[in-house]
Nanobody, 127 residues
Framework: QVQLVESGGGLVQAGGSLRLSCTGSGRALYAHAINWFRQAPGKEREFVAAMSRNGAFTDYKDSVKGRFTISRDNAQNTVYLQMNNLKPEDTAVYYC????????????????????WGQGTQVTVSS
Protein backbone atom coordinates (compact mmCIF):
# COMPACT_ATOMS: atom_id res chain seq x y z
CA GLN A 1 0.00 0.00 0.00
CA VAL A 2 1.05 3.55 -0.58
CA GLN A 3 1.99 5.60 2.46
CA LEU A 4 0.48 9.09 2.62
CA VAL A 5 1.61 12.20 4.47
CA GLU A 6 -0.50 15.36 4.60
CA SER A 7 0.82 18.84 5.23
CA GLY A 8 -0.27 22.44 4.87
CA GLY A 9 -2.86 22.74 7.60
CA GLY A 10 -2.94 25.61 10.04
CA LEU A 11 -4.90 28.48 11.53
CA VAL A 12 -6.48 30.96 9.15
CA GLN A 13 -9.09 33.68 9.39
CA ALA A 14 -12.44 33.30 7.69
CA GLY A 15 -12.11 34.22 4.03
CA GLY A 16 -8.51 33.05 3.90
CA SER A 17 -6.89 30.25 1.93
CA LEU A 18 -4.82 27.18 2.56
CA ARG A 19 -3.33 24.53 0.28
CA LEU A 20 -3.10 21.03 1.66
CA SER A 21 -0.62 18.55 0.21
CA CYS A 22 -0.72 14.78 0.31
CA THR A 23 2.52 13.09 -0.70
CA GLY A 24 2.73 9.40 -1.40
CA SER A 25 5.62 7.00 -0.97
CA GLY A 26 6.11 3.36 -1.71
CA ARG A 27 3.81 3.30 -4.71
CA ALA A 28 2.90 5.72 -7.46
CA LEU A 29 -0.17 7.81 -6.84
CA TYR A 30 -1.03 7.84 -10.53
CA ALA A 31 -2.38 4.33 -10.07
CA HIS A 32 -4.79 5.53 -7.40
CA ALA A 33 -8.04 7.37 -7.08
CA ILE A 34 -7.54 10.02 -4.40
CA ASN A 35 -9.99 11.63 -2.00
CA TRP A 36 -9.94 14.17 0.76
CA PHE A 37 -12.09 13.63 3.84
CA ARG A 38 -12.43 15.66 7.01
CA GLN A 39 -13.55 15.08 10.56
CA ALA A 40 -14.66 17.81 12.93
CA PRO A 41 -14.79 17.25 16.70
CA GLY A 42 -17.80 15.15 17.67
CA LYS A 43 -18.72 14.47 14.05
CA GLU A 44 -18.27 11.61 11.65
CA ARG A 45 -15.64 11.67 8.95
CA GLU A 46 -17.11 13.17 5.79
CA PHE A 47 -16.30 13.29 2.11
CA VAL A 48 -14.81 16.55 0.84
CA ALA A 49 -13.31 16.01 -2.61
CA ALA A 50 -12.52 13.21 -5.02
CA MET A 51 -10.38 12.72 -8.09
CA SER A 52 -10.32 9.76 -10.45
CA ARG A 53 -7.12 7.90 -11.16
CA ASN A 54 -6.60 9.70 -14.47
CA GLY A 55 -7.44 13.07 -12.98
CA ALA A 56 -10.16 13.67 -15.53
CA PHE A 57 -13.04 13.49 -13.09
CA THR A 58 -13.57 15.29 -9.81
CA ASP A 59 -16.39 15.70 -7.33
CA TYR A 60 -16.93 17.83 -4.25
CA LYS A 61 -19.11 18.07 -1.20
CA ASP A 62 -21.81 20.60 -2.00
CA SER A 63 -20.73 23.05 0.70
CA VAL A 64 -17.19 23.34 -0.72
CA LYS A 65 -18.03 23.52 -4.42
CA GLY A 66 -16.60 26.66 -5.95
CA ARG A 67 -14.20 27.13 -3.00
CA PHE A 68 -12.07 23.95 -2.95
CA THR A 69 -10.10 22.43 -5.80
CA ILE A 70 -8.45 19.01 -5.86
CA SER A 71 -5.47 18.50 -8.15
CA ARG A 72 -2.56 16.14 -8.58
CA ASP A 73 1.07 16.31 -9.69
CA ASN A 74 2.12 12.81 -10.65
CA ALA A 75 5.75 13.85 -11.11
CA GLN A 76 5.81 14.90 -7.45
CA ASN A 77 3.59 11.97 -6.38
CA THR A 78 1.45 14.56 -4.63
CA VAL A 79 -2.20 15.51 -4.50
CA TYR A 80 -3.36 18.95 -3.42
CA LEU A 81 -6.49 20.50 -1.98
CA GLN A 82 -6.65 24.23 -2.58
CA MET A 83 -9.11 25.77 -0.15
CA ASN A 84 -10.28 29.34 -0.71
CA ASN A 85 -12.80 31.52 1.10
CA LEU A 86 -12.54 29.32 4.15
CA LYS A 87 -15.35 29.35 6.67
CA PRO A 88 -15.39 28.42 10.38
CA GLU A 89 -17.45 25.35 9.52
CA ASP A 90 -14.50 24.07 7.48
CA THR A 91 -12.58 23.56 10.73
CA ALA A 92 -11.60 19.89 10.94
CA VAL A 93 -8.79 17.40 10.62
CA TYR A 94 -8.32 16.77 6.91
CA TYR A 95 -7.25 13.36 5.62
CA CYS A 96 -6.20 12.21 2.20
CA UNK A 97 -6.99 8.67 1.13
CA UNK A 98 -5.88 6.56 -1.81
CA UNK A 99 -7.37 3.57 -3.54
CA UNK A 100 -5.34 1.66 -6.10
CA UNK A 101 -7.70 0.96 -8.97
CA UNK A 102 -7.79 -0.24 -12.56
CA UNK A 103 -10.70 2.09 -13.22
CA UNK A 104 -9.30 5.26 -14.72
CA UNK A 105 -12.50 7.28 -14.54
CA UNK A 106 -14.36 6.12 -11.45
CA UNK A 107 -15.01 8.45 -8.52
CA UNK A 108 -15.30 6.97 -5.03
CA UNK A 109 -17.07 8.71 -2.16
CA UNK A 110 -17.12 6.38 0.83
CA UNK A 111 -14.37 6.09 3.42
CA UNK A 112 -14.50 2.29 3.38
CA UNK A 113 -13.53 2.33 -0.30
CA UNK A 114 -10.03 3.44 0.70
CA UNK A 115 -7.26 1.31 2.14
CA UNK A 116 -4.52 3.93 2.47
CA TRP A 117 -4.86 6.97 4.71
CA GLY A 118 -2.63 9.77 5.88
CA GLN A 119 -2.32 10.86 9.49
CA GLY A 120 -4.37 14.02 9.00
CA THR A 121 -3.64 17.72 9.17
CA GLN A 122 -5.55 20.21 11.31
CA VAL A 123 -7.32 23.12 9.65
CA THR A 124 -8.76 25.77 11.96
CA VAL A 125 -10.72 28.71 10.60
CA SER A 126 -11.40 31.57 12.98
CA SER A 127 -14.37 33.89 12.59
Amino acid sequence: QVQLVESGGGLVQAGGSLRLSCTGSGRALYAHAINWFRQAPGKEREFVAAMSRNGAFTDYKDSVKGRFTISRDNAQNTVYLQMNNLKPEDTAVYYCAARETVSANFIYHLAYDFASWGQGTQVTVSS
